[in-house]
């Protein structure tokens, strides 16, 4: 059986800002339009956590659902439990039109925390970070690849493509270089 390793194999920098990768991460790919008969429901069974709102993350302990689009929801387990997560979508939703994929192996998840980790994300993506709440997700540019992240008390979440792993590593590294913050 091979090893599960994440991305960058839990790669860390430390500078204004300290970044981490945080893989591997159970990440759930479910499309479906929101009146879905029992999206809700299977969403919470999963999760625990209420369906996502627009542009909205909810989160109860490891697990979340998150708001990508009008139809497409990203759903946080453990990398061990996206099997199970898997069949009880598939049971509660059965008969329903939508797609539930495992995208654990194609995303890499990155911590920013620090007092000053909004300036690192300031840096790369093009977002208002003065109205980011707590709870919301921001799907954008992560400098010129493709992202999203949300706020909570301690920092930033950061989810991207595996394949640019390496890259947004190396931008976030940049960024929380000591000389280059903004303020």
């Not at 497409?72 to 997560?85: C, R």
């Not at 990155?110 to 997700?137: C, M, S, Y």
Request: proline share 4%; aromatic share 6%; glycine share 8%.
């Amino acid at each position: 059986m091979s090893k599960i390793v994440s991305a960058l194999n839990g790669a860390k920098f430390d500078g204004f800002a300290s970044i981490r990768e945080i893989g591997p991460v159970g990440m759930i790919t479910l499309r479906a339009k929101p009146d879905v008969v029992g999206l809700a429901e299977a969403v919470t069974a999963v999760t625990g956590t209420p369906l996502p709102a627009l542009r909205r993350i909810e989160i109860a302990g490891d697990k979340a659902a998150g708001w990508m689009s009008p139809d497409e929801y990203l759903i946080v387990v453990p990398y061990a439990e996206v099997a199970g997560a898997l069949a009880v979508l598939a049971e509660k939703l059965a008969g329903q039109h939508h797609l539930a994929v495992d995208v654990s192996d194609a995303r890499a998840v990155f911590r920013i925390e620090g007092d000053k980790a909004v300036e690192v994300l300031q840096k790369l993506a093009p977002v208002d970070h003065a109205t980011l709440e707590p709870g919301e997700l921001r799907r954008t540019r992560i400098a010129q690849v493709a992202g999203a992240f949300w706020a909570d008390d301690k920092g930033y979440t950061l989810v991207c493509f595996r394949s640019v792993a390496a890259y947004v590593m190396g931008l976030l590294t940049h960024s929380a270089q000591s000389g280059s913050e903004l303020f």
